[in-house]
Each structure stands twice: as C-alpha cells, then as structure tokens.
C-alpha cells in the first residue's frame, strides 16, 4: 500500500475509530465435499499462520437448516470468504450461509471476498451450468419458491464484487494474495483497550499529527511521548497507533517493553513478538538476542513499519536490540516511543517529541465526573468534593480514574474521610505508579527528590543547588536527571516545581521509614510531628531535615536539648512558629538555617557553621553574630530582615564566598563593616530601608558585584569610591538616599547600565566622569524635594562643574553621539530645566526611547523635543505650569499629559485628530485626563461625530464628555 500524504493525516486526527467488537476476523463459507481437505484447508491454515482468527465450520452437524451457532458466527465475523466451488448452489446450507452473509454486509457493513474456486463469475452470476443444475433440483424439492429465488438473489450479489479468481495461479500463490487482501483489512487490528473515557484525547492526537507533518512522509520518523507516570502516554500512543494502521501493512505495538525487558529473556520474548506481529507468522522463534537482532535485520529492512514502543527506560538497550538505530526498517517507517524519562530521547536522537501535560481543569471534571457519577458532571451535594479531588489529582488522568472510580456510589461521609486520608497516606494504586520513576534513581537523585519534595518546591534553583551540592549530592545533574524523568519541573522564573502527588508520594516514602516514630524518619515536614520532637526532645542521629510551616502562627515550647541528638541535621527551615526559647545545640552539619524569628540574641557558642550555606534571620532576636562570621568559610546567602536588635555588621572578612548579602528594615542598624567592600565573590549587596545606618564602607572594591541596592537608607549620606574598574555592576538603586555627590570614581563602574538617583534630596554634584558610562540605558535623576530645602540644580549644573568635555560637543554646539551612546529610558522629573540641559539631552536624540519629564516646571515643551527620532513614549504628568505643546517627536507613539490642568494648545493633536481618527488612534496613545482646558476644546468633538464616547474615552480616560 502506498503510504498516503497531509491528507491522509488530516483525516486521521480523530479519535481511534470504535470498531465492532468482532469474534471473529474471517468466517469461511464453503462446500464441504468440494474443498474442506484441500483448498479450504490450506487457506484456513494460512490465515492461522498470520494469527487472522478464522472460524471454520468442520465440528458441526449438518442437516438441511443451518444452525443457531453458525448464524451467531456469521454476524459476529468481519470478513466472510465465500469459496464459490462447483457444488456449493447444490447445498441449501451453503445457500443459507451465503443469503446471511449477504443480510449482515447490508446491516453489520461486512466484508465480502468471494473466491471463485474453478468456477467463473459469470457462472454465479447468471447461474449457469453446475449453479443452474443444482438450483433447478432444488426448485423441485422446496416447494416455497420464493426462497429459491432469494439464493438466486444472493448469488447475483456475490458474483458482482470483487473477488479472487485462480487463473494462471498456483494454488499457494493464489492463497497467498487472498490473505494479503485479508490482513489489510484486519492485520494490524485496532487495539480496542484504550481509553474508556478519552477526555481531552483529540486535541493531543491532533498536536501530535501536526508534529509528524513538519517531516517528509517519506522519511522515517520517530516520535517521543514522554510526560509524568499516570498521565496518559500509553493510551495516547494507542490512540495514535490506532489513527494510522489503515496506513501500513506493517504494526506492532510492543506494550510494558521496560517491565518486560528486565524478565529473564524478556528481550528475546520482544524481539520475537516484533518479528511474528509485523511478518505475520507466529511459529517463528528466537533463541537468543544476538539471532533476534539478525533476523530483525534481515527480514525488516526494507518493510514500512508502523512500530510502538512503550515505556521505555534507560535499561532497556532498543537502540541495539530493537531498532538498530532504526536504519533497519523502510523508508516511510513511523517509530513512537513512550517513556517517562526525557533524557532517554536525547540518547536515541529522537528530535520530535511531545510531552503529554496533565488535564485542564475542566477535561480534569469530566474525566473525574465519568468514573465517579457516570456523567459529566458530579451530582448536586457533591460538588465542593469534587473540587477537592481535583485539587489533590491535579489533572492527572490515572489519579482520576482512580480515585473516581473508588469513591463511584459511595456516600458524602466515605468521600469525606477518604479526602482526609489520601492527603496523609497517597491512595496505593497511584502511589505504585508514580514510585516507578523514583526506584530508577541513583541515592543521589533520591536524595534530591525527597529534599525538594519535603523542603524546596517553589524555592529558586539556583539556590537549591547550591544548598544541595554542599550536601555533597551533586544537583547539577541530579536535578537536570529528575526533570528528564519528569519528576520535576522549571517555571520561566526558575523555581522548582513538583506535582502535587509526586510531592505526596516523597513524603509518603519518609514515612514509611517509621510511620510510627517521626524521630526516626530523616525528614520533618508535618507541624504535629515537628512539635511533638522539638517539644519532648525526641529527635535523634536520623534526622536530616526539618521544616516547620504551622496551620497558623504559634508557639513551640523548646526543649533544652531538643536538637543536642540531632548530629546529622542538614536543612532547618522555620517558617511561621515563635518558639519559647533559644536552641543550646546546632549541628555543624548544618547547610541551610533559614529561623524565622530566631529567639535568641546569638548562635549557640558550639556551632562553628563552617558548612553553612545559607543563614537566613527574618523578624529575629539576633543583635551579632561576631566571631561565629570568621568561621563561615562556605557561607553564599546572608540576609538580615527586620532584626531589631542588629545595630552592626561585624568583621566579615572570613566570608570569602559570600555572593549575597541582604539586609532590610534593620532599623537600629548603624554601622556596616568596611571589609564588605572587598569581598571577593559577592554578586549581590542589598541594603534597604536601613533608616539608622550611616557608617558605610568607604570603598568598594568587588570584580564580581553585579547588583547594589542601597536606597531608602535615609541618612547615607556618602557614596563610596570605586578603587578600581568593576565591570560586573549592572544596577545601581540609590534612591531615597541622602547622598550628596557620586565620586569621579562612578567611571570605574564600566558596565553599568542601570542607575536610579530618585528622591536624593541632597544631591548636588554628579561629576563629568558619569558621562563615561557608555553602556547606560536607564537614568533616573529625579532629584528633587517638595520641601525645596535645598537648591534644585539643572542638568547643565550637575554635569558642568568642572565644564562639559568639549572632546563631547560637537562644531555645532551638541554633544557627540559618546554620550550616554546606548541610552534608552530618561526620567528627569519634577526639577527645572534649561537650554544647556536640552543640549545635553540631544546627545542621545537617536537611541532614546522613553522620556520622561513628569513634574517639570516649563511653560511651552521646547521644540528642541522635535529633534528625538527616536522616541516612542513622552511622560509629560503633571507638569502644571504647562501651557502649549507645539511639536512632538516625529516617531512618538506615546504622550501622557495626564493632570496638565493649564494644557489648552496642542495642535498636533487636534489636526491628527480631526482629519483621521482611525489612523490617529493607530498611531498615537494619548492620555489628557485631568486637562480640563482641553476637555472642551471644539477642535476635538463636533455633534455628529460617529463614536463620539469611544473618540473622547481614547483621550480622556475617566472624564465624561462636558454639555
């Protein structure tokens, strides 16, 4: 069969026909005394061979009616071969099969072969000669006519299909084409055990035929459908099996191949299952895997092959045993491999995949509702549970069907207390599933899993890793490994995320380690577990990790000695409990103390720390950590948060890989340690809302700085120097600051791209060298007070003391395209302006793109504005002064002059407006709002205008049209 094009696929992209459910693939209808030792023997062992289920009338009685059982036979059969032999019109029997068949291909839309056995169409048709004969005869012996004449009928119809005639053919070749026609209609057989309920099945089957189009249909093609245990892989490899087998002689689906594969010779048990579905001869045997691999070889290689293989995983050697790189199979061939393990596809060089995604929301309902009410939607008193079930499911279809299928005609008190009991203890059957996955990890792997899935879902990945590599579990491969398998996943933000009942079932398995004793577990996570041991000192050497996260914010009654046993604590993560006092012991295996609320004013004096990775103080009672700093050696993250008590940040000298240190709403915080400025590995230096600070190192020298946060410490009031070139420092925040003046050392600050100098009252002086900041693209220099207690420069000012550069201006009186040259974003509001100012402005005409000049004080926007071809949006609000605007840049799309109360000329505006809305509103975004002398301007509005309310809400978002 020549495989078919796009059309061919178009058409398949429903769902899996559902076929009768046939007993039988081929009835044979035949004269017993004519063939049954013969012909008809030899092709019923023919189509036996090819595993084509063939019924065969031999172990009946005969007699002159036919009997029930046959009947039954010829209508629950797809295809009736009619042997038409010399005799056959000479049996009533024969005449009464053949009359049924004919019945069933009208009401059942059977198939009919007729083989034309020594006979010719004609002859059957006309009933001629023998057929003429023997219905003469029988005419004499019935006397009811019209039954002769409806076998005369019956004859007619057969004789007028196709048929197979003998020809010039010996008898093995002519059985040989009669089951090749056979087999192309029931070999390869649909598979019938798919999806009961194929919820949401369509569009994945869809998905996945416009995949196969983006290759030439007659290369050959292998397919990779991966996704989560339980969510469907197998059913829609079914289902895409079944929308194809009407392309290919050639099938087979190797079903459970991992499972399979590790029996003893389950591979030889494969690669024969292979060889006798796609050949069709199932007394073909294999010996041993190296043989099986030959004859795949050999007897395949030129066949076009519709081949599934599901569940794979790592162990299974396909590529060798199986497939042969699939070099060994025809061109056209399609190949599909489900597996849960993505990486698996990588080592195959499988380039088209599709990962199967759990159920939406509402296919998650119905797929739910079908098992659980038999409908499509649940029954009136049990709605709100059966949002809970979803919850817990969260769109996977094997939790679904199972958890719908146990809780189907059960009252709301049963689905009540079973919802309370899969949370705590996952549901066995979909626990055994998803656990699969789990058991193919090395300890490592495990290790992470059970980590993330007790302490680290929704956490960064970067920071994950780094507390899970100073475990020493090597994460950068462990957790790339985990999302392969899909048993993890990376949202756009980098956080790590887990289904819900993969997370179940980590914790599920920490608990089975002592479902009776918590202390013995490695993992603490639930509140009455945590409780209990921190409480009655009950932890021992098991525990690894604790997480507290209460129902609500409480009180933990401490023991003395509740972490003196606890040598092997790794992780201490405390969320939301107050705890009565502080802890005598912390383990020095320690890497992750995250105490929310710490109760005490210093570390334990034992705790050395020197495996710590990250500390974390929120809202705690910690006033120093002193000398405990110098020990920290593989410290990375410090934050402080609303520590009340901090008043000074040590000596951290000995931090030597600290990358970030936050520290916010430290109100009493006055003094930050000059060695800060030097440490070495520090990406990140984050100081916020610290309103009492003001010592600050007088310098900073750190290569690998990428991000500096100082604002909103109001009484900073200098800016260190920069030794040397820093080329990491992207992002500068000084605002809120009182800082008078930037060093000439914010040259050094050659990667600089992002500085914001909002609300810094007291700045006066920024030095020429800001100008060597080449690639600067965000310039906040909002520096005004609304007290006006100090003098309120302009940009000329600020930047001319000493003079400009006249290496920057140009003959023409502007300043070349080295200023500021990747500038894109300007914020200069609220602060007076001047004519040098739009001078210095004009040096970046070309790559500016949004100004913003909100609050100023001018009267007229200076035409010089016409000269930024570049800018797109122009923030003019609330610059109240403002009477006329005159010009606009050519390429503005943009203006918002919202709260312009003296605004009333703006030609622009009113010409574009008035001659073409449409091409205006396309054009231009402008906001008015608040400009009351422009609301009833008559250039804008006329009575008749069509769309009046859409023209006057486009430019006057929130005011009314005026009477």
């Given at each position: 069969?020549?495989?078919?094009?796009?059309?061919?696929?178009?058409?398949?992209?429903?769902?899996?026909?559902?076929?009768?459910?046939?007993?039988?693939?081929?009835?044979?209808?035949?004269?017993?005394?004519?063939?049954?030792?013969?012909?008809?023997?030899?092709?019923?062992?023919?189509?036996?061979?090819?595993?084509?289920?063939?019924?065969?009338?031999?172990?009946?009685?005969?007699?002159?009616?036919?009997?029930?059982?046959?009947?039954?036979?010829?209508?629950?059969?797809?295809?009736?071969?009619?042997?038409?032999?010399?005799?056959?019109?000479?049996?009533?029997?024969?005449?009464?099969?053949?009359?049924?068949?004919?019945?069933?291909?009208?009401?059942?839309?059977?198939?009919?072969?007729?083989?034309?056995?020594?006979?010719?169409?004609?002859?059957?048709?006309?009933?001629?000669?023998?057929?003429?004969?023997?219905?003469?005869?029988?005419k004499g012996r019935f006397e009811n006519e019209t039954e002769v004449q409806k076998w005369k009928e019956a004859l007619k119809k057969v004789a007028d299909l196709a048929g197979f005639t003998l020809?010039?053919?010996?008898?093995?070749?002519?059985?040989?084409?009669?089951?090749?026609?056979?087999?192309?209609?029931?070999?390869?057989?649909?598979?019938?055990?798919?999806?009961?309920?194929?919820?949401?099945?369509?569009?994945?089957?869809?998905?996945?035929?416009?995949?196969?189009?983006?290759?030439?249909?007659?290369?050959?093609?292998?397919?990779?459908?991966?996704?989560?245990?339980?969510?469907?892989?197998?059913?829609?490899?079914?289902?895409?099996?079944?929308?194809?087998?009407?392309?290919?002689?050639?099938?087979?689906?190797?079903?459970?191949?991992?499972?399979?594969?590790?029996?003893?010779?389950?591979?030889?048990?494969?690669?024969?299952?292979?060889?006798?579905?796609?050949?069709?001869?199932?007394?073909?045997?294999?010996?041993?895997?190296?043989?099986?691999?030959?004859?795949?070889?050999?007897?395949?290689?030129?066949?076009?092959?519709?081949?599934?293989?599901?569940?794979?995983?790592?162990?299974?050697?396909?590529?060798?045993?199986?497939?042969?790189?699939?070099?060994?199979?025809?061109?056209?061939?399609?190949?599909?491999?489900?597996?849960?393990?993505?990486?698996?596809?990588?080592?195959?060089?499988?380039?088209?995949?599709?990962?199967?995604?759990?159920?939406?929301?509402?296919?998650?309902?119905?797929?739910?509702?079908?098992?659980?009410?038999?409908?499509?939607?649940?029954?009136?008193?049990?709605?709100?549970?059966?949002?809970?079930?979803?919850?817990?499911?969260?769109?996977?279809?094997?939790?679904?069907?199972?958890?719908?299928?146990?809780?189907?005609?059960?009252?709301?008190?049963?689905?009540?207390?079973?919802?309370?009991?899969?949370?705590?203890?996952?549901?066995?059957?979909?626990?055994?599933?998803?656990?699969?996955?789990?058991?193919?990890?090395?300890?490592?792997?495990?290790?992470?899993?059970?980590?993330?899935?007790?302490?680290?879902?929704?956490?960064?990945?970067?920071?994950?890793?780094?507390?899970?590599?100073?475990?020493?579990?090597?994460?950068?491969?462990?957790?790339?490994?985990?999302?392969?398998?899909?048993?993890?996943?990376?949202?756009?933000?980098?956080?790590?995320?887990?289904?819900?009942?993969?997370?179940?079932?980590?914790?599920?398995?920490?608990?089975?380690?002592?479902?009776?004793?918590?202390?013995?577990?490695?993992?603490?996570?639930?509140?009455?577990?945590?409780?209990?041991?921190?409480?009655?000192?009950?932890?021992?050497?098991?525990?690894?990790?604790?997480?507290?996260?209460?129902?609500?914010?409480?009180?933990?009654?401490?023991?003395?000695?509740?972490?003196?046993?606890?040598?092997?604590?790794?992780?201490?993560?405390?969320?939301?409990?107050?705890?009565?006092?502080?802890?005598?012991?912390?383990?020095?295996?320690?890497?992750?103390?995250?105490?929310?609320?710490?109760?005490?004013?210093?570390?334990?004096?034992?705790?050395?720390?020197?495996?710590?990775?990250?500390?974390?103080?929120?809202?705690?009672?910690?006033?120093?950590?002193?000398?405990?700093?110098?020990?920290?050696?593989?410290?990375?993250?410090?934050?402080?948060?609303?520590?009340?008590?901090?008043?000074?940040?040590?000596?951290?000298?000995?931090?030597?890989?600290?990358?970030?240190?936050?520290?916010?709403?430290?109100?009493?915080?006055?003094?930050?340690?000059?060695?800060?400025?030097?440490?070495?590995?520090?990406?990140?230096?984050?100081?916020?809302?610290?309103?009492?600070?003001?010592?600050?190192?007088?310098?900073?020298?750190?290569?690998?700085?990428?991000?500096?946060?100082?604002?909103?410490?109001?009484?900073?009031?200098?800016?260190?120097?920069?030794?040397?070139?820093?080329?990491?420092?992207?992002?500068?925040?000084?605002?809120?600051?009182?800082?008078?003046?930037?060093?000439?050392?914010?040259?050094?600050?050659?990667?600089?791209?992002?500085?914001?100098?909002?609300?810094?009252?007291?700045?006066?002086?920024?030095?020429?060298?800001?100008?060597?900041?080449?690639?600067?693209?965000?310039?906040?220099?909002?520096?005004?007070?609304?007290?006006?207690?100090?003098?309120?420069?302009?940009?000329?000012?600020?930047?001319?003391?000493?003079?400009?550069?006249?290496?920057?201006?140009?003959?023409?009186?502007?300043?070349?395209?080295?200023?500021?040259?990747?500038?894109?974003?300007?914020?200069?509001?609220?602060?007076?302006?001047?004519?040098?100012?739009?001078?210095?402005?004009?040096?970046?005409?070309?790559?500016?793109?949004?100004?913003?000049?909100?609050?100023?004080?001018?009267?007229?926007?200076?035409?010089?504005?016409?000269?930024?071809?570049?800018?797109?949006?122009?923030?003019?609000?609330?610059?109240?002064?403002?009477?006329?605007?005159?010009?606009?840049?050519?390429?503005?799309?943009?203006?918002?002059?919202?709260?312009?109360?003296?605004?009333?000329?703006?030609?622009?505006?009113?010409?574009?407006?008035?001659?073409?809305?449409?091409?205006?509103?396309?054009?231009?975004?402008?906001?008015?709002?608040?400009?009351?002398?422009?609301?009833?301007?008559?250039?804008?509005?006329?009575?008749?205008?069509?769309?009046?309310?859409?023209?006057?809400?486009?430019?006057?978002?929130?005011?009314?049209?005026?009477?």
């Amino acid at each position: 069969m020549a495989f078919q094009g796009a059309s061919s696929f178009s058409s398949s992209s429903s769902l899996s026909p559902s076929p009768h459910r046939w007993t039988y693939d081929v009835f044979l209808s035949f004269r017993g005394e004519d063939t049954r030792k013969s012909f008809t023997a030899h092709l019923h062992d023919a189509l036996c061979r090819k595993n084509i289920n063939t019924y065969i009338d031999d172990k009946l009685p005969r007699g002159e009616k036919i009997s029930p059982a046959l009947l039954k036979a010829i209508e629950n059969s797809r295809i009736s071969i009619v042997i038409l032999s010399k005799n056959y019109a000479s049996s009533p029997w024969c005449l009464d099969e053949l009359k049924k068949i004919i019945d069933c291909k009208i009401s059942k839309q059977q198939k009919i072969l007729p083989v034309f056995y020594d006979v010719s169409p004609t002859e059957v048709r006309y009933q001629r000669t023998n057929f003429g004969k023997a219905l003469a005869k029988l005419k004499g012996r019935f006397e009811n006519e019209t039954e002769v004449q409806k076998w005369k009928e019956a004859l007619k119809k057969v004789a007028d299909l196709a048929g197979f005639t003998l020809g010039d053919k010996t008898e093995p070749e002519f059985i040989q084409e009669i089951v090749r026609e056979v087999s192309k209609v029931v070999k390869p057989k649909y598979l019938n055990d798919v999806a009961k309920h194929p919820v949401g099945m369509e569009s994945r089957v869809h998905d996945i035929h416009d995949i196969l189009l983006r290759v030439g249909v007659n290369d050959i093609r292998i397919l990779g459908i991966y996704g989560i245990g339980g969510v469907g892989k197998t059913n829609l490899a079914k289902e895409i099996y079944n929308s194809f087998t009407d392309q290919f002689e050639c099938c087979c689906f190797l079903a459970n191949v991992r499972e399979t594969s590790k029996k003893e010779y389950g591979l030889i048990q494969l690669q024969e299952t292979l060889l006798c579905e796609i050949l069709g001869d199932f007394s073909l045997k294999v010996r041993n895997d190296n043989e099986g691999m030959g004859l795949i070889k050999r007897m395949l290689w030129s066949k076009r092959v519709l081949l599934v293989l599901d569940d794979l995983d790592q162990s299974v050697k396909v590529d060798e045993k199986l497939l042969g790189g699939c070099g060994w199979f025809g061109l056209g061939s399609i190949i599909i491999i489900t597996t849960r393990d993505e990486h698996l596809l990588a080592s195959y060089n499988v380039h088209l995949r599709y990962k199967v995604k759990e159920l939406n929301h509402d296919e998650a309902l119905r797929l739910f509702c079908w098992n659980a009410f038999q409908n499509e939607n649940p029954n009136h008193d049990f709605v709100e549970l059966t949002e809970d079930v979803l919850r817990y499911a969260g769109g996977l279809p094997r939790a679904l069907i199972v958890l719908g299928s146990s809780l189907h005609d059960k009252d709301i008190h049963y689905w009540k207390s079973a919802l309370e009991k899969y949370k705590k203890i996952p549901e066995k059957s979909i626990q055994e599933i998803l656990r699969i996955s789990y058991d193919d990890l090395d300890e490592c792997e495990k290790n992470i899993f059970l980590d993330i899935a007790c302490f680290f879902i929704g956490e960064q990945e970067e920071y994950v890793t780094k507390v899970l590599d100073g475990c020493g579990f090597f994460p950068n491969c462990g957790i790339q490994r985990l999302i392969g398998k899909s048993l993890l996943t990376i949202d756009g933000f980098r956080r790590l995320g887990m289904h819900d009942l993969l997370k179940n079932m980590g914790r599920e398995i920490v608990r089975q380690e002592s479902p009776e004793e918590p202390e013995k577990r490695s993992r603490l996570w639930f509140h009455e577990d945590v409780r209990s041991v921190l409480g009655q000192a009950k932890g021992i050497n098991k525990i690894q990790g604790i997480l507290i996260e209460l129902p609500k914010q409480d009180l933990i009654n401490l023991s003395s000695k509740a972490f003196s046993k606890m040598k092997r604590l790794r992780i201490f993560i405390n969320r939301n409990a107050h705890f009565s006092r502080g802890p005598n012991y912390l383990s020095n295996e320690l890497r992750v103390l995250d105490w929310s609320g710490y109760p005490s004013h210093s570390l334990p004096q034992n705790f050395k720390g020197k495996k710590l990775k990250v500390l974390r103080m929120d809202e705690s009672l910690i006033k120093e950590l002193g000398d405990g700093l110098k020990n920290f050696h593989n410290l990375e993250t410090l934050k402080f948060s609303k520590c009340q008590f901090l008043t000074k940040i040590h000596d951290v000298s000995g931090l030597q890989s600290l990358k970030k240190l936050d520290i916010e709403y430290c109100n009493d915080l006055v003094e930050i340690h000059q060695s800060i400025g030097y440490l070495d590995k520090l990406i990140k230096l984050s100081i916020k809302n610290c309103l009492s600070l003001t010592s600050f190192p007088r310098s900073l020298k750190l290569r690998s700085l990428q991000t500096l946060f100082l604002c909103h410490c109001k009484r900073l009031q200098k800016f260190p120097e920069i030794e040397s070139e820093m080329k990491c420092l992207a992002y500068v925040d000084l605002q809120g600051t009182a800082i008078e003046e930037l060093p000439s050392s914010i040259g050094n600050l050659t990667g600089l791209e992002y500085l914001k100098l909002s609300e810094c009252h007291k700045l006066r002086h920024i030095p020429t060298s800001i100008l060597e900041l080449q690639r600067l693209y965000y310039l906040y220099l909002d520096v005004s007070s609304n007290k006006r207690q100090y003098p309120l420069p302009t940009i000329a000012e600020l930047l001319s003391s000493p003079p400009p550069m006249k290496s920057s201006i140009s003959n023409d009186g502007h300043y070349s395209s080295k200023v500021f040259p990747k500038l894109e974003d300007l914020v200069l509001g609220k602060r007076p302006l001047s004519e040098l100012d739009y001078v210095l402005l004009t040096a970046c005409y070309s790559t500016l793109k949004t100004l913003d000049l909100s609050g100023s004080n001018f009267i007229i926007l200076p035409k010089q504005i016409k000269r930024f071809v570049g800018l797109c949006t122009l923030l003019l609000r609330n610059c109240k002064e403002l009477e006329a605007i005159l010009e606009l840049p050519p390429n503005i799309e943009e203006v918002d002059v919202s709260g312009c109360m003296s605004l009333e000329s703006f030609p622009e505006v009113s010409n574009k407006f008035e001659f073409n809305r449409s091409s205006f509103r396309e054009l231009c975004s402008i906001n008015l709002s608040g400009c009351h002398k422009m609301l009833v301007n008559p250039l804008l509005f006329e009575e008749n205008v069509e769309d009046q309310d859409a023209d006057y809400e486009l430019l006057f978002p929130g005011n009314k049209i005026p009477d």
